[in-house]
């Protein structure tokens, strides 16, 4: 018995920020080439292992930076590779437009106008490193490009690089060698500042900064941590406290910056943070420039309140040869080498070329950065539901009357499985897709689908119907419906006056099972005629012998009626697409009322 509850969805709509993580399902023909090799534990990855032979055309990849040679003899195998480094960005607009994938790491801007320039063609932009505050995620979303990164192959570079910054700070080794270097021997002016003991406050307690923290804590530290969004029993497990932000500076005597770049870190270290710190405290960055005021920091080291600085990356890179903050003698700066070591290079190198090549393949990419993540495992799952979603929104949209306007579709989920179970995500946006692209020029996948949606002024709501019974499939059917609309099939419309057709997956194969208010069954393999009738003995056999005369061959065929001898609707399934003749004689058959012919 199935009992209507409409819970609130686990799923929020997806998510636009860089904290969503998915796969792409991003090429026009992703849902049937989605490929799984294997899942790893924590990372959902997908391996790919398709040939190069999967490419009919091959795909164009701008490497804009310097990749490493293991990411780039993989690119070579599936994709005509063009490196190009140091363009401006008019010529990385020009070039754009004639590119499939471009690959940066942090010294190139992908602004809007580079999405713009693509002319629709860019299809994934791979960030070869972690932060991806250069690329305008707000665009490529806009323009349906997935932005993938290389999260974790420079964890460790970039934590080592800290760790080298701190000590170094600490001990004056650039200044004392600098001083060596000029002819002085000056070791009563170099003399540093022990770690062992000292209290290290890390900000940002990701995969870097857990990384830093704990060498830090091998070196004798005393390490704290702010970060709003870390799990304290992972803290816990390494030694450290999680504290908050105020705690966290007004204690330390050192201050590692481990955030990304966003709105909200955006020069959180300023003249009022600056104020609250312990006097003589020392500051390391290898997250980015802009999360210090960096005029507030030369003040801060000037007033005495910040005793050294050591810095990696700056609000502009290069920073200009005259920055006092860069000149600051008590200041050591290297070139934004945190990710630079050679191992780090080539792991971020496979990482990115590996994302990209399955991204343009229509491969689930395990480091999307602005689709959602659904684990490898629930995408298999969900294979034969994303098609069935996909045909289902197909049909609906093609059974509206012209000049009604779609603006407000309802889907039903009938799962046994708990809300919490089921992730509608990937479901809605290829619901999206279907419903969108037969009636516009638009290209529609996870990435856009919703911001699609929204600029169309269409409103999908979801609702879950909770059925008894043990949750073996994730889904019994689904339901699509498109309200306030006029259907040029009437039948398609159910007694609540919306145009309704519902499906089910069968043996793996997606099932068109309800139209309106009539049951029917017709695998969503080819395309589709409905036809409502009379019922009567013979109307099979007449419709098919007109469809058989042409050739067509009829692939299911089901008649739903709402009882003997009254009115049926009859769908059949068909491999070719009729001519109109033969469509027309369909529509001459005496006890046909109304038919209509949707393509999937
Ligand atoms: N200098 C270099 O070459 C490198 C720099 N980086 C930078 O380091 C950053 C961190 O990298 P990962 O640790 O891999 O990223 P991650 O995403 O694993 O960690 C970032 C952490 O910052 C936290 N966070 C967010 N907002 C915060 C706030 N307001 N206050 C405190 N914590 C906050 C997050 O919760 C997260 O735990 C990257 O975003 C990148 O900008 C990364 C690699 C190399
Ligand atoms: O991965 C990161 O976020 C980095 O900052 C590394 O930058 P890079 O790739 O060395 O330009």
Redesign the pocket.
């Known amino acids: 018995m199935a009992s209507l509850k409409t819970p609130t969805l686990k799923n929020p709509p997806l998510s636009l920020s860089s904290k969503s993580r998915l796969p792409s399902a991003f090429s026009a023909t992703f849902p049937n080439n989605i490929r799984f090799a294997r899942s790893l534990p924590q990372r959902r990855f997908l391996i790919i292992t398709a040939s190069a032979a999967s490419f009919s055309n091959k795909p164009t990849v701008l490497v804009a930076e310097k990749l490493g040679e293991a990411g780039l003899t993989l690119l070579k195998q599936f994709t005509n590779v063009d490196c190009s480094y140091n363009l401006s960005p008019e010529e990385l607009c020009t070039k754009i437009s004639l590119c499939d994938a471009l690959i940066v790491r942090?010294g190139t801007k992908v602004n809007r106008e580079v999405f713009e320039s693509s002319g629709g063609r860019l299809k994934v932009v791979g960030r070869a490193?972690?932060?991806?505050?250069n690329v305008d995620l707000a665009a490529a979303t806009e323009h349906g490009c997935l932005v993938v990164n290389a999260?974790?192959a420079?964890?460790v570079?970039?934590a080592e690089?800290g760790i080298a910054l701190l000590a170094a700070m600490a001990r004056n080794v650039a200044q004392a060698d600098a001083s060596v270097k000029a002819g002085k021997w000056q070791r009563n002016k170099y003399v540093g500042v022990s770690l062992v003991g000292k209290t290290l406050a890390v900000?940002?307690?990701?995969?870097?900064?857990?990384?830093v923290a704990r060498r830090a804590k091998g070196l004798g530290m005393h390490v704290i941590s702010?970060?709003?969004?870390?799990p304290a029993d992972r803290a816990r497990a390494i030694g450290v406290e999680l504290v908050s932000?105020e705690v966290a500076i007004a204690t330390a005597d050192f201050i590692s910056?481990?955030?990304?770049?966003?709105a909200?870190?955006s020069k959180?270290l300023n003249d009022e943070t600056f104020a609250k710190m312990k006097k003589g405290v020392r500051i390391v960055n290898?997250?980015?420039g802009g999360v210090i005021d960096e005029e507030a920091l030369v003040r801060a080291l000037d007033a005495g309140i910040v005793a050294q600085a050591a810095l990696?990356?700056f609000t502009e890179e290069p920073p200009k040869q005259d920055s006092k903050l860069v000149q600051h003698e008590r200041v050591t700066v290297t070139p934004?080498?945190?990710?630079?070591t050679m191992e780090?290079q080539e792991g971020v190198a496979i990482e990115i070329a590996e994302a990209v090549v399955g991204a343009l393949k229509g491969e689930l990419a395990a480091t999307a950065v602005n689709a959602p993540m659904v684990p490898a495992e629930v995408l298999t799952e969900l294979k034969p539901y994303v098609e069935l979603a996909e045909k289902l929104g197909r049909l609906a949209v093609q059974l509206v009357a012209g000049g009604s306007g779609v603006k407000t579709v309802k889907v039903s989920y009938a799962s046994s499985r708990a809300p919490d179970d089921l992730d509608t995500r990937l479901l809605r946006a290829m619901i999206t897709k279907g419903i969108i692209e037969p009636i516009s020029s638009v290209f529609v996948n996870l990435v856009n689908a919703d911001y699609t949606a929204k600029q169309r002024g269409l409103r999908i709501t979801e609702e879950r119907i909770i059925l008894d019974g043990s949750p073996e499939s994730p889904l019994e059917s689904i339901q699509v419906q498109i309200a306030n609309v006029e259907s040029k099939f009437a039948s398609a419309i159910s007694e609540s006056g919306e145009i309704k057709v519902e499906g089910r997956v069968k043996d793996g194969i997606p099932h068109l099972t309800k139209v309106g208010s009539f049951e029917v069954d017709v695998s969503l393999e080819g395309s589709i005629i409905l036809c409502r009738q009379v019922d009567q003995p013979g109307m099979i056999g007449r419709v098919g012998s007109i469809l058989g005369e042409e050739n067509v061959n009829v692939s299911f065929m089901s008649v739903g009626r709402i009882a003997p001898r009254k009115q049926a609707v009859m769908a059949i399934g068909v491999d070719e697409q009729p001519s109109k003749e033969s469509l027309k004689k369909i529509g001459e058959v005496p006890a046909i009322e109304e038919f209509v012919f949707l393509k999937l």
């Open positions: 942090s490193g972690v932060g991806i505050d999260p974790t420079n964890t570079a970039a690089h900000l940002g307690f990701g995969k870097v900064g857990s990384e702010h970060d709003p969004y870390a932000f910056l481990h955030m990304p770049l966003t909200a870190t959180m290898v997250a980015r990696d990356v934004h080498l945190g990710a630079s780090a």
